[in-house]
């Protein structure tokens, strides 16, 4: 007897009576799990494009002279001839008086012009190992103060942060797809506790351990398949209308069209639920032909 080829009288009999319960519960665990995934590659996605650039940025103040109120203009362009080669650094920004002044907070100050104000400007580096050649800079400043500013001299607090999210992150899920497990085993131990006698009857018909754990592994990925791509489907919107609503950044694209973002989501979720089945399926094989040898069926 041909069990794979003959699924039928195992389909009407195990777990036939749950159906709905493993759409249910499929749908419901795999939805969470698809939503904590989609969460981490996000929060993947911004932090390191975040990370990325802060390493890369470098601050550089330039102080006037006591007799000086701002850097001269000749100076100022002189500073940024010094940082225009492209192979070293990709990107330049100068701070300019309404910038400090916002971002110190000193809009309603009428007497700003008259206060000694830094030259400052950032720059990107093309490789965060870079360093900023200080001799250069001083030839060009003359004889007036700077300091220098390494973004990622203080990144060190925030690795530990995001190293924490992360197992976090990974910790929960991990909870999650433990629970999605035993339920499934629960479940499974008790159908086959109600059909002893159909298993001993099927394998008294010619069919061994492994066969049956095939057919029934089988069995319980199809139950369990349409509860699961629903899941990933509504996910995958749900994301998309929450990342747009809220503007949450982490996305490849800022510019894709919804469409796009749904397909990404979808493409990256169907990934992740394929490799979830494949462990579950591998995962039933195994504690099935274990339930079996242990019970009845050992040769």
């Known amino acids: 007897m041909k069990i794979i080829e003959n699924l039928y009288p195992f389909r009407e009999i195990f777990l036939n009576k749950e159906n709905k319960?493993?759409?249910?519960?499929?749908?419901?665990?795999?939805?969470?799990?698809?939503?904590?995934?989609?969460?981490?590659?996000?929060?993947?996605?911004?932090y390191g494009s975040w990370l990325n650039k802060e390493s890369s940025l470098v601050t550089?103040?330039?102080?006037?002279?006591?007799?000086?109120?701002?850097?001269?203009v000749k100076?100022?362009?002189?500073?940024?001839?010094?940082?225009?080669?492209?192979?070293?650094?990709?990107n330049i920004e100068i701070k300019n008086d309404d910038?400090?002044?916002?971002?110190?907070?000193?809009t309603e100050l009428s007497s700003f012009s008259k206060l000694r104000i830094p030259f400052i400007f950032e720059i990107n580096l093309r490789e965060k190992e870079y360093f900023i050649d200080e001799e250069k800079l001083k030839n060009v400043i003359e004889n007036r103060g700077f300091d220098i500013y390494y973004h990622r001299d203080d990144l060190q607090n925030i690795y530990d942060l995001i190293y924490k999210v992360n197992l976090f992150i990974f910790i929960f899920g991990f909870l999650i797809t433990v629970l999605f497990f035993f339920f499934l085993t629960l479940l499974l131990k008790i159908s086959l506790n109600t059909n002893l006698k159909f298993l001993e009857i099927i394998q008294i018909m010619g069919a061994d351990n492994k066969k049956i754990s095939l057919?029934?592994?089988i069995i319980l990925i199809k139950k369990i398949l349409p509860g699961s791509i629903l899941a990933i489907i509504l996910t995958s919107i749900f994301s998309v209308l929450i990342t747009n609503l809220f503007s949450i950044p982490g996305n490849?694209?800022?510019?894709?069209?919804?469409?796009?973002?749904?397909?990404?989501?979808?493409?990256?979720?169907?990934?992740?639920?394929?490799?979830?089945l494949f462990f579950l399926f591998c995962y039933f094989l195994i504690y099935l032909n274990y339930f079996l040898e242990k019970r009845f069926f050992i040769k």
């Open 21 to 46: 319960l493993l759409t249910g519960l499929s749908f419901f665990i795999v939805g969470l799990i698809s939503l904590h995934f989609i969460f981490y590659l996000n929060f993947f996605n911004f």
């Open 252 to 276: 490849i694209n800022d510019n894709i069209i919804f469409a796009n973002n749904f397909f990404y989501y979808l493409a990256y979720l169907s990934l992740f639920l394929l490799s979830i």
């Open 60 to 72: 550089i103040q330039i102080i006037p002279e006591k007799k000086e109120k701002r850097i001269p």
């Open 75 to 90: 100076i100022q362009n002189h500073i940024l001839n010094l940082y225009s080669d492209k192979k070293y650094y990709s």
């Open 99 to 106: 910038k400090i002044r916002n971002e110190l907070g000193l």
């Open 215 to 217: 057919t029934l592994s």
